[in-house]
């Protein structure tokens, strides 16, 4: 089964409007990394976080991570449609090096 | 940089023939990944390599999928023979650990 599964599979908003994904996992992680695929495309890294740390921002983003409960969220304020894509996150467990993918939430921002 | 390039970014062909899908990873990053992707099973890790040594190879299919990297510039995933569950769109990614991965635009497999 998929290390991080993602909450709630489909997202659709308007366009100003906050969204919010969730992830959960089962193991005990070094980091977590959240990416997005447009249709089409390749997945694109957007943000990492350590397993020490407990929020991260980069520009509109903004992950938080709660060990205890084996959970990250992604928020990213102030949408545009060309936010419309795939979100994943992947987490990676001792060894460092194999990410584990999750199911993947589908955000539509509408105009 | 040019970022992870692979090759053929559309391939279709027929039950039993032999696909190759090529991957050339960003200079200087050090580990490389195949996964495939399918609406069924989502992302899945094929294989990776750290420094050109295949590492976990537990996520190849079965016998009839491949995998080398002959030097840090090029990577291979071979299916053969294919069949049409194989059709899928296969990522490769490289990154220098243990950091992000940066992934390539995808092969898009059809088989018939």
């Known amino acids: 089964s998929q290390q991080g599964e993602e909450d709630p599979q489909a997202l659709s908003i308007q366009e100003g409007e906050n969204a919010t994904m969730n992830c959960s996992y089962k193991?005990?992680?070094?980091?977590l990394q959240w990416y997005r695929q447009n249709s089409g495309r390749g997945l694109v890294h957007l943000i990492l976080?350590?397993?020490?740390?407990r929020e991260e921002h980069s520009g509109r983003l903004r992950v938080t991570l709660d060990t205890s409960k084996k959970s990250s969220s992604l928020l990213i304020t102030a949408s545009r449609a060309a936010d419309t894509a795939s979100y994943f996150c992947?987490?990676?467990?001792?060894?460092?090096?194999?990410?584990?993918f999750g199911e993947g939430t589908q955000l539509t921002v509408n105009p | 940089d040019a970022g992870v390039i692979q090759s053929p970014r559309h391939e279709v062909t027929e039950m039993g023939q032999e696909v190759t899908l090529r991957c050339k990873p960003i200079s200087g990053h050090n580990s490389l990944f195949w996964y495939r992707q399918t609406m069924m099973r989502g992302l899945e890790l094929l294989i990776y390599f750290n420094n050109n040594v295949p590492i976990d190879d537990s996520g190849m299919p079965e016998d009839r999928f491949s995998a080398k990297m002959p030097n840090a510039s090029f990577s291979t995933l071979k299916i053969q023979p294919s069949e049409p569950r194989d059709s899928a769109v296969y990522f490769c990614?490289?990154?220098?650990?243990?950091?992000?991965?940066?992934f390539g635009p995808g092969t898009r497999l059809t088989v018939t």
């Open positions: 992947a987490t990676d467990s001792s060894s460092g090096s194999r990410l584990t």
């Open positions: 990614a490289s990154s220098l650990q243990p950091r992000e991965q940066y």
């Open positions: 193991t005990s992680i070094n980091n």
């Open positions: 976080i350590r397993s020490n740390e």
